[in-house]
């Protein structure tokens, strides 16, 4: 049998991850613009054509030949016809003259500035502009957002609602994506019980499958959970081999450590690849990373807790990798609200809560519910709060990175 890592680093943990992600990138598929909305894009979009295609109006108003003009006093100009927003109506402006005009209409030819409507007096066909109105007021000029042939959206980076609509803008009907992983949700032991169900003594509820299933549609994903698994052996292995062979990842809560019943290290020595088995990180340190046939294979412990960090620390890096993804999460800097004492070697994923001083400055409570069992704690926070591997004393102000969750 093949030995792999143990007891390794966490940033030793992360490339691997990260590499094995990208071995196992998803092919890309076209989608039509409409169902693009939060998929990685798999190749660079250049600009067809330029943004505005065409000099047009910024304002309601009149367009006028700013050579009409006087800078000492009003200008009275003759209208001559109108172009509304829409088909281009073939005008053009001779000496003296002006055309009614509204936001986003092409300029006449001849014009080269726009008048607003509320800075105009009228008296029938005759039109009196105010003095001092410069060259080029209210006129968007073709391409003064984006010029033809220019590089718009680069491969990997996330398809915003407004990078959606500036594609959209320059007339792609279809763009290629990475396409979503299937993922496969696993919470496994004896002791768990379906919420609303009696619960017997030694028996817990099982929050692990719907936390899991919750993070991965916070990413888009529509994963399938499949009945808990009990403590039994050949169960075990015939269903995490069974949605291994037809998922593109498999994860699951519970049964990774080294106890009687922790069955899944051996299943994935036995029948796949172990990437590394344990990381020095806090809380999650038997977190298991492999291959199972075609699936990736993510074991994650069984405490509510170690499961939230460690998704968060690896798991979502994971299938980032998997679909392309180049653009970093939020990774913020914020000052401890309030002292901290590290007891402990490895690097710990704290959970805090997020708040802004007076200053404007991002300050991090850390929550005092620091051991693995205690949900509650991670419930009221929103934030995964570093601290590098050590035993050191924080002081309240110290500047740590978080990752907000």
């Not at 916070?218 to 052996?233: I, N, T, Y």
């Not at 990774?331 to 007076?358: C, I, N, P, V, Y």
Request: net charge negative; aromatic share 6%.
């Amino acid at each position: 049998m093949a030995a792999f890592p143990t007891r390794i680093d966490y940033a030793q943990a992360l490339e691997t991850v990260l590499r094995v992600g990208a071995q196992r990138r998803l092919t890309p598929q076209r989608l039509a613009i409409q169902r693009v909305d939060g998929r990685i894009l798999a190749e660079p979009v250049d600009a067809a054509i330029a943004l505005p295609p065409f000099d047009n109006s910024r304002m309601d108003g009149v367009a006028v030949r700013s050579v009409d003009l006087s800078d000492s006093g009003p200008t009275t100009l003759t209208l001559v016809g109108e172009q509304f927003a829409g088909a281009d109506a073939g005008l053009t402006l001779r000496a003296g003259q002006c055309a009614r005009i509204t936001t986003g209409a092409p300029l006449p030819a001849g014009a080269d500035t726009v008048v607003m409507k509320e800075l105009l007096d009228w008296s029938g066909e005759q039109v009196i502009v105010p003095a001092g109105v410069a060259a080029g007021n209210d006129v968007r000029r073709a391409g003064e957002d984006v010029q033809a042939g220019t590089r718009v959206l680069e491969m990997g980076q996330v398809m915003t609602p407004a990078r959606v609509s500036l594609a959209a803008a320059l007339g792609q009907s279809d763009l290629a994506v990475f396409p979503r992983p299937t993922v496969a949700v696993f919470s496994t032991g004896d002791e768990l019980t379906e919420p609303g169900m009696p619960l017997g003594p030694g028996r817990i509820y099982d929050s692990n499958r719907d936390l899991l299933m919750g993070l991965l549609r916070q990413l888009g994903l529509e994963p399938v959970a499949w009945p808990r698994l009990p403590d039994d052996p050949q169960r075990v292995e015939t269903a995490l081999r069974d949605a291994a062979a037809a998922f593109d990842v498999v994860i699951t809560a519970g049964g990774v450590s080294a106890g009687e019943k922790d069955l899944v290290p051996g299943l994935l020595q036995a029948h796949g690849e172990v990437h590394f088995w344990k990381v020095r990180i806090k809380p999650g340190m038997p977190v298991l990373f492999g291959v199972l046939d075609r699936a990736a294979f993510l074991g994650l412990p069984g405490n509510p807790v170690s499961v939230l960090a460690t998704f968060l620390a690896l798991g979502r890096p994971l299938l980032d990798a998997m679909q392309g993804r180049a653009e970093l999460r939020p990774r913020f800097m914020a000052r401890l609200s309030s002292a901290w004492r590290k007891t402990h070697a490895r690097q710990e994923f704290l959970r805090g809560r997020l708040h802004s001083a007076d200053d404007g400055s991002l300050l991090v409570e850390p929550n005092p519910a620091e051991a693995s069992h205690q949900l509650r704690g991670a419930a009221d926070s929103d934030a995964l709060i570093v601290l590098d591997a050590g035993e050191r004393e924080y002081p309240a102000g110290f500047v740590v990175p978080v990752l907000p969750y």
